[in-house]
């Protein structure tokens, strides 16, 4: 289990929808990552789950009445408060949602979020005709003008067996915007372009020449750029890899399909990361019909396919982007990356090998070396998140010495 949130103090605040079983799950998720979870439930939220729930999930006790004989001895919410890095409130009722956008300090929670001097998220969840009430909708507001983020609800079947919107998001897209709210926005204001996974070239109707990228290493990339404030356009080849949370994704299937997606798209960017693993050759006739296997030729002509980076790396200083590049090698390494980052004009290459056990195709983990100006730094071995924030961090300081 990864430890993204390792250390981080969170406090989740339960108020009285039914959707708090579900929140449940995310207390378990965030304990699970190593947060320091302190849940505080309203009297109603204690009426749909127990708080022996919340504190076997947790690992902690639920405080709910900020004058309980147990809290005496402290002021609970000025310590919650101020010693939290960020505070959750899941589900948001539209009762709680009015009373924290007009200051009320009536009970521990709301009291908690008066005296919190870190992040506030707010995720609504209620009936869609309460949630798209005009005062509701105002309190939402006042909430965002306030400095609170809101965690938007999606559209779905209600616990009154309703449709429309009020319902909570899945954790994994909250996951991210937790993330986001604890990690600094470095990349905010930027424009960034992320290639992933393979391309795909048609033989005939029923088969293709390929490679085995399986698109983890981009789509991490894609992930982190997007938590670290960064918008997000990401230009995939096929893989059943969901779309991170906020990014906006274009399928392709060929190097021409990508070859056209990027080259329209590059003039918008501050920044190029080339991580597709692009087909260099492709058939010089793709039948039209699946080709039968007695009137099958063994011999297949090839021809090379359009090479992106290189294109990229010869316009880049028309259009003022960053250029970052991958190499999947399996020998010479560092020659190859060299000899690479000069000849297609890289201001980053990012050396592969792939043919280690734990850092090759389809691996969750990755081990690469570093390669820009100042010479070659070699990435510990970790799981692709981490080596894509590692990667993210050289792209902050060469941005910055960009703009000096």
């Not at 004058?67 to 919410?77: G, L, N, P, V």
């Not at 959750?88 to 521990?108: M, S, V, Y």
């Not at 880049?316 to 990356?337: I, P, Q, R």
Request: one cysteine or more.
């Amino acid at each position: 289990m990864s430890n993204t949130f390792c250390g981080e103090k969170i406090v989740v605040g339960v108020t009285g929808s039914i959707a708090a079983f579900k929140v449940a799950g995310w207390v378990s998720s965030l304990a699970k990552e190593g947060a320091d979870v302190r849940v505080v439930m309203t009297e109603s939220a204690c009426r749909l789950v127990t708080p022996l729930t919340f504190a076997a999930l947790s690992g902690n006790p639920v405080l709910t009445d900020m004058f309980a004989a147990e809290e005496a001895h402290s002021i609970s919410h000025i310590q919650l408060g101020s010693e939290a890095d960020l505070v959750l409130i899941a589900p948001a009722t539209a009762n709680t949602i009015a009373r924290i956008a007009h200051g009320f300090a009536d009970d521990l929670l709301t009291t908690t979020v008066l005296a919190a001097s870190c992040q506030v998220l707010v995720a609504p969840a209620m009936n869609s005709t309460m949630l798209l009430n005009p005062a509701t909708k105002k309190n939402i507001q006042l909430l965002k003008e306030l400095g609170h983020g809101i965690i938007e609800p999606v559209s779905g079947q209600m616990a009154c067996k309703t449709d429309g919107p009020g319902r909570l998001p899945e954790w994994d897209d909250v996951r991210e915007q937790l993330l986001a709210s604890l990690v600094e926005q470095d990349l905010q204001g930027e424009n960034i372009l992320i290639t992933a996974g393979p391309t795909r070239e048609a033989l005939d109707p029923a088969r293709f020449l390929s490679n085995r990228s399986s698109g983890k290493m981009g789509y991490a990339l894609a992930r982190t750029a997007k938590r670290r404030g960064a918008d997000v356009l990401l230009v995939s080849g096929p893989t059943p890899l969901p779309t991170p949370h906020g990014v906006k994704r274009l399928d392709i299937q060929t190097a021409e399909e990508m070859h056209s997606a990027v080259v329209e798209s590059c003039q918008y960017m501050s920044v190029i990361i080339k991580a597709a693993a692009v087909s260099d050759f492709c058939p010089e006739d793709t039948k039209a019909d699946k080709v039968k296997k007695e009137d099958a030729e063994f011999v297949l002509k090839l021809k090379q396919t359009l090479d992106i980076l290189k294109e990229l790396g010869e316009n880049k200083d028309k259009h003022d982007y960053l250029l970052v590049g991958f190499a999947a090698e399996s020998c010479d390494h560092h020659a190859a990356g060299k000899k690479k980052l000069i000849n297609k004009n890289l201001d980053l290459i990012a050396i592969n090998d792939i043919s280690g056990e734990n850092s090759g195709f389809e691996a969750d983990t990755n081990e690469v070396t570093l390669l820009d100006s100042t010479g070659f730094t070699e990435l510990p071995l970790s799981s692709k998140e981490d080596t894509a924030n590692l990667i993210l961090d050289r792209v902050v300081s060469l941005l910055a010495r960009k703009k000096d």
